[in-house]
């Protein structure tokens, strides 16, 4: 006799007590991949602030060298392209 047992022998929930259990780790997993997503793009946000404050300072330098007569207008002129591609 099978009093109370329900399908295939898990109690009350059956089949779907298993299956509730994995939607839940599957659903902790999302959560943590997007929380880590989140913070990774946070961080990359930070790097173009400083990459942007690196630039000018570069560019400071560039236009004191050139006004200095240590580099040619050419050299400034390629110089000041390739950092402002970036």
């Given at each position: ?45 930070s790097k ?17 060298k050139f ?20």
């Open positions: 006799m099978m009093y109370g047992r329900g399908f295939y022998g898990a109690g009350t929930c059956g089949f779907f007590g298993p299956m509730m259990m994995i939607g839940f780790v599957i659903l902790i997993a999302a959560l943590v991949y997007f929380l880590l997503k989140s913070n990774k793009s946070k961080s990359s946000d173009s602030i400083d990459t942007k404050v690196d630039d000018s300072n570069a560019l400071a330098i560039l236009k004191e006004a200095n007569g240590e580099i040619t207008e050419e050299v400034y002129l390629n110089k000041k392209n390739v950092i402002e591609r970036r």
